[in-house]
C-alpha cells in the first residue's frame, strides 16, 4: 500500500508565502516524477509543477517565478514553495507521485489535498 501524504496547506493573505509538503510512505522501489497540481473553486484541475527523480523541473506560466518545486529523494518527499500568492491562486492542491512497485510496474498515486487560500 502506498500513500502520498500532503501538509503545509492554509490561510495566507496576499503577497505571503507558504510551503506545501507530500510525503510517500509504503512498500515501492522509488519514485520518478512528482508533481503538484491544483483545482481552484468551481474549475478543473490544472498543472503547476512538476519534478523528475533527477531534479529537472517544469512550471506553469501562471506560478513562474513565484513557486518553486522540490524533492528530497532520501525521505521520498516533495515540496511547493509558493511565494508572492495572489487570490487567484486559492485552489486544493494535490500532489502526484509516478511511484515504481517492486512488480516492475508504475503507478500514479494522488496525496489527499491541500486547502490554500489566499485572502485579506
Known amino acids: 500500500q502506498v500513500q502520498l501524504v500532503e501538509s503545509g496547506g492554509g490561510l495566507v493573505q496576499p503577497g505571503g508565502s507558504l510551503r506545501l509538503s507530500c510525503a510517500a510512505s509504503?512498500?515501492?522501489?522509488?519514485?520518478?516524477?512528482m508533481g503538484w497540481y491544483r483545482q481552484p473553486p468551481g474549475k478543473q484541475r490544472e498543472l503547476v509543477a512538476t519534478?523528475?527523480?533527477?531534479?529537472?523541473?517544469t512550471y506553469a506560466d501562471s506560478v513562474k517565478g513565484r513557486f518553486t518545486i522540490s524533492r528530497d529523494n532520501a525521505k521520498n518527499t516533495a515540496y511547493l514553495q509558493m511565494n508572492t500568492l495572489k487570490p487567484e491562486d486559492t485552489a486544493v492542491y494535490y500532489c502526484?507521485?509516478?511511484?515504481?512497485?517492486?512488480?516492475?510496474?508504475?503507478?500514479?498515486?494522488w496525496g489527499q489535498g491541500s486547502q490554500v487560500t489566499v485572502s485579506s
Open positions: 502526484l507521485g509516478h511511484v515504481a512497485l517492486s512488480s516492475g510496474y508504475v503507478y500514479q498515486y
Open positions: 509504503g512498500n515501492f522501489l522509488s519514485i520518478n516524477h
Open positions: 519534478i523528475t527523480s533527477g531534479g529537472s523541473t
